[in-house]
């Protein structure tokens, strides 16, 4: 049996055969659009309930889950059915509660100063998966709403296409998301990014720069040597035209790395002919990676170059630092297990199954 929100609307009504035909969609919209585990479906019959909760189990079994920020800040650790570990992290800002989710328990892609790279790929997450962290995270929000869902936990969204776009889809159409607040965030994976373009809901797009020269981000962020800066950045002037959407870029400060006064000039030739909005962090720290963030006083004067350049930037507060739930520091231990994609860690380009060429 599929995950609860993996079923389709078909296997759905397949499950109650025999139930008068409105159940499907009294359970559907349960799970959807009410966020409800079936056995607080009241308007359900007490054995029906019953029956459907025994039948859908949670994908999602809780290991741990922790708080920071002063109760603003949310992670959990999930196992998954065959011992996977993702982490999930919810945060309460003023203006609007936003979930960050895993895509893929660990990631392919390699990424030096960043955790989940660090570990390694073990799978891609199903649709259902995918969904059911942003129905936990609806349930934890509650009285408040959760408004936003970004993509940016563990694993890369594009090298999982099918089963992002499947989640994107269910969360806009079922739970009434609204496009324009939910972010999906790569690393650079341009054959996606093209075929992002095509899909008809215009969500956010967050680009992982980090440099903006390719001898540097093909250091840094490996993919960058299947697909450099120039071919992301016509991917991304492809997506903007097509969706109207403002592009994002993320640019992780890293000491003495990427935060001086040339790498500023390098990132403002890259944003200001995409019209895009850079966000900026301190790089967080990770294990195997010996180099901090750039102090705060660097942060501010990078962001004044940006802007004396005519690029839009942010300073993002980092969350969840002191439980590893900031950005790049998601790392559930996962017992290992031998793949296709451990064996081949060092050559990402092979593990993009989901994404194909056009
Ligand atoms: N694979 C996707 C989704 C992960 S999002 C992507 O790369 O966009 C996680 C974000 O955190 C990315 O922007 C990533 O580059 C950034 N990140 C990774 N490690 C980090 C670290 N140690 N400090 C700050 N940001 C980090």
């Given at each position: 049996m599929p995950a609860p929100y993996d079923l389709t609307r078909e296997q759905l009504a397949a499950l109650l055969?025999?139930?008068?035909?409105?159940r499907s969609r009294q359970v559907w919209e349960g799970l959807h659009?009410?966020?409800?585990?079936p056995e607080d479906m009241?308007?359900?019959p007490a054995a029906l309930r019953e029956t459907l909760e025994a039948a859908l189990p949670p994908a999602l079994r809780e290991i741990s889950r922790r708080t920071a920020d002063g109760g603003q800040t949310t992670k959990w650790l999930w196992a998954l059915d065959d011992g996977a570990r993702v982490e999930t992290v919810l945060m309460h800002y003023a203006d609007r509660v936003t979930v960050c989710v895993s895509?893929?328990?660990?990631?392919?892609?390699?990424?030096?100063?960043c955790a989940t790279g660090q570990a390694g790929f073990r799978r891609h997450l199903t649709e259902g998966e995918i969904v059911e962290q942003v129905a936990v995270a609806t349930l934890e929000a509650r009285p408040r709403r959760l408004s936003n869902v970004v993509f940016?936990?563990?694993?890369?969204p594009l090298a999982n296409y099918d089963r992002v776009w499947g989640a994107v889809v269910r969360l806009h159409r079922?739970?009434?998301?609204s496009a324009r607040h939910l972010t999906l965030s790569t690393v650079g994976l341009v054959p996606g990014i093209r075929r992002l373009a095509t899909e008809a809901l215009p969500v956010n797009l967050a680009v992982s720069l980090h440099a903006a020269n390719d001898a540097l981000r093909d250091e840094l962020v490996p993919i960058n040597r299947r697909y450099p800066l120039a071919a992301v950045a016509a991917a991304c002037a492809e997506y903007v035209a097509a969706s109207g959407r403002r592009l994002s870029i993320e640019w992780a400060l890293i000491d003495g790395v990427n935060d001086r006064g040339g790498d500023a000039a390098e990132l403002a030739d890259f944003a200001r002919p995409l019209g895009a909005h850079v966000n900026l962090i301190p790089l967080n720290p990770t294990p195997g990676y010996p180099v901090v963030g750039s102090p705060p006083d660097r942060v501010r004067r990078f962001r004044d170059q940006l802007v004396a350049l005519g690029v839009n930037a942010t300073i993002r507060a980092t969350r969840g630092a002191d439980i590893d739930a900031?950005?790049?520091?998601?790392?559930?231990a996962t017992p290992p297990v031998v793949t296709e994609a451990a064996v081949s860690g060092?050559?990402?380009?092979?593990?993009?199954?989901?994404v194909r060429g056009r």
């Open positions: 055969d025999g139930e008068p035909a409105y659009a009410r966020v409800q585990r009241t308007e359900l895509t893929q328990a660990g990631c392919a892609m390699a990424c030096q100063f940016m936990g563990m694993g890369e079922d739970m009434g998301l900031a950005c790049g520091q998601l790392a559930a060092s050559d990402p380009v092979r593990l993009l199954h989901g």
